[in-house]
């Protein structure tokens, strides 16, 4: 309710807060929030994450977003068959860029990746091990990056093309479409055999 309350509050939507009126809009918000009419699976990122499996890869989601948005909306989508494992900041008391997020999801990719192959002296995944895809520069791609994992920036618009973000940037590491992603994957893959 409070990030809601935040949000009205920073949309100018005062009216919206009032003690009458605020349980009402909270209400229609929460429903809708788990409603097919709200959300789309994006085909590319189903294609990425199909090709990563069909590799043998192990698939996870790192996110700040609420645990419900895990437990329903990516069931609502079909993208739960996809998915190995997700990582929340609320689960982890950590939200991005925290280097502790991303540490825990090595720690799940781990777990996961030992169920897969039945080896339960598997050795755990190591963050240099790991490919973190996010549009964010500071929360998604540095922060990975400050992890010790490999990062893509995804960035559809080129928001990032700028000379501020050009310091920070690895130019082969920016994707602008997410189905680029099989392409790094497959050259990652190649690069580490």
């Avoid at 294609?47 to 977003?65: C, E, P």
């Avoid at 008391?93 to 799940?108: I, M, V």
Wanted: glycine share 6%; charged share 25%.
């Amino acid at each position: 309710q409070e990030m809601i309350r935040e949000t009205l509050s920073d949309a100018g939507c005062a009216a919206a807060l009032a003690d009458d009126t605020f349980p009402l809009v909270f209400q229609r918000i929460y429903s809708a929030f788990a409603s097919p009419d709200v959300w789309a699976p994006c085909p590319e990122g189903v294609r990425a994450m199909r090709h990563a499996k069909a590799q043998g890869l192990v698939v996870g989601v790192v996110s700040n977003v609420y645990p419900r948005y895990v437990d329903q909306n990516l069931p609502l989508l079909g993208l739960h068959r996809d998915l190995d494992f997700a990582t929340t900041s609320y689960d982890v008391g950590a939200a991005k860029p925290d280097s502790a997020l991303f540490l825990e999801a090595c720690r799940k990719a781990s777990h996961v990746s030992r169920l897969l192959s039945g080896n339960k002296e598997q050795p755990p995944i190591d963050p240099g091990q790991v490919l973190h895809i996010g549009d964010d520069i500071k929360k998604d791609y540095l922060a990975a990056k400050a992890a010790g994992m490999r990062a893509l920036l995804f960035d559809p618009d080129g928001k990032y093309s700028g000379a501020d973000s050009a310091e920070q940037l690895d130019a082969s590491e920016v994707i602008h479409t997410l189905d680029e992603v099989t392409a790094k994957v497959n050259a990652l893959l190649a690069s580490s055999s």
